[in-house]
C-alpha cells in the first residue's frame, strides 16, 4: 500500500494513529485472505469504475479503496479521525430514520459499518449495502458474518446501481460525499430519488459544510481531491434539485452534518413495489413510510 510521504496525515497524524492500532495484527488478518479471489466473488462484469474514483489517491493512499490495504486500515483508522466518536456519529445517522423500512439501500457502504447498524436497528429489513470497491465488500461481508447479520452485498456505482425504480423505503451515504465531484453527488441524490418509493426516505452523513467553509486547515488534514468541491456545495440544494422535499441539515457535533429529506407524495398513482430478482415476498406492500399497503 503505497502512501504519499507529504501529506499533513502522513507527516504528522499518521505516526500517532500508528501507536492505537495494533499493525501487526491487521497484517495477519490481510495475509489470511486470498483477496483477489475473494474479490472475484463481487465483482460485476456490467460495473464501470469511473475516472473520478480510480485516478485519484484518497487519505494518500496510491490506488485509493481499490486496494485490499485500504479496506484493512479504513476501519482502525477512522475510528480515531471521526470526531468524537465514530459510532456516535454513525448512529446519530440511524437516530434520523423517520420510515418504518421493509429495504434499505446503503449507497457507498465501504466496509459496512453503518451498514451493520442499519441491520441492527431494522432486523426485519432487506438491507443491501453498495460499494465500488471490491476489497470493500470482502471486509464488509466478514464482518456481517462475524456478527451474525443477514446484509446483501452488492458490487455497483451509486450513480446507477441497475435496482429497479422504487424499490427502497431508505436509502443511506455515509461519508461518501465528500469524496465524489459534485456532479456526482448530485447524480447519486437522481438515483436515490428514483429508487426510493413515494414517502421514502435518503439521509446523508458527512462532513458539515458550514465548518469546512470556516475552517479551511481541515481540508488539509487527509488527501481528499474532492472536498474542498464538496465544502463550497450545499448537499440541500442538490436534494432540492433532485426532487425531494421536507430537506434538512442538523449539525452532528459540529464537525458533520445529516441532511434528510423525502420523495414526496403523489396523490395518483401512487408508486407500489413491483417484484424484482432481489424482492424477497415484499411484492405490492405499497410504502411503509406511510403506511400504504395493497
Not at 457502504?109 to 465500488?132: H, N, R, W, Y
Not at 470556516?214 to 487527509?222: H, I, M
Request: charged share 25%; aromatic share 10%; net charge negative.
Amino acid at each position: 500500500m503505497a502512501v504519499r510521504q507529504d501529506t499533513i496525515w502522513e507527516r504528522f497524524l499518521s505516526p500517532v494513529v500508528r501507536l492505537l492500532i495494533d499493525e501487526d495484527g491487521l497484517q495477519r488478518y490481510a495475509d489470511s485472505i486470498n483477496w483477489e479471489e475473494e474479490c472475484d466473488r463481487f465483482r460485476r462484469d456490467d460495473v464501470i469504475i469511473p475516472s473520478y474514483y480510480s485516478s485519484q489517491n484518497f487519505h494518500g493512499i496510491t490506488g485509493g479503496y481499490l486496494t485490499y490495504g485500504a479496506a484493512v486500515t479504513y476501519d482502525p483508522i477512522t475510528q480515531y479521525v471521526v470526531p468524537p466518536n465514530e459510532i456516535i456519529v454513525r448512529q446519530a445517522l440511524v437516530d434520523a430514520v423517520k420510515v418504518k423500512p421493509r429495504r434499505i439501500l446503503d449507497l457507498g457502504c465501504g466496509t459496512g459499518s453503518t451498514t451493520l447498524m442499519l441491520k441492527q436497528a431494522f432486523p426485519q429489513a432487506e438491507v443491501i449495502g453498495l460499494d465500488l470497491s471490491p476489497y470493500m465488500l470482502v471486509r464488509a461481508e466478514d464482518k456481517a458474518k462475524k456478527a451474525g447479520l443477514d446484509i446483501v452485498w452488492r458490487h455497483g456505482n451509486a450513480e446507477k446501481t441497475g435496482l429497479g425504480d422504487a424499490t427502497f423505503d431508505l436509502v443511506t451515504a455515509s461519508l461518501l460525499f465528500h469524496e465524489t465531484p459534485n456532479e456526482v453527488s448530485l447524480a447519486i441524490l437522481r438515483e436515490s430519488f428514483r429508487l426510493l418509493v413515494t414517502g421514502g426516505q435518503v439521509l446523508i452523513l458527512d462532513g458539515n459544510q458550514k465548518t469546512l467553509r470556516q475552517l479551511e486547515w481541515l481540508n488539509d488534514v487527509f488527501e481528499e481531491p474532492y472536498i474542498r468541491e464538496y465544502a463550497a456545495g450545499s448537499v440541500d440544494a442538490n436534494m432540492g434539485a433532485a426532487g425531494f422535499e421536507a430537506v434538512r441539515s442538523q449539525d452532528v457535533w459540529w464537525i458533520n452534518q445529516i441532511t434528510s429529506g423525502v420523495k414526496p407524495i403523489i396523490t395518483e398513482n401512487v408508486r407500489q413495489y413491483t417484484a424484482t430478482s432481489i424482492d424477497n415476498n415484499l411484492e405490492e406492500l405499497g410504502s411503509p413510510a406511510f403506511g400504504i399497503m395493497a
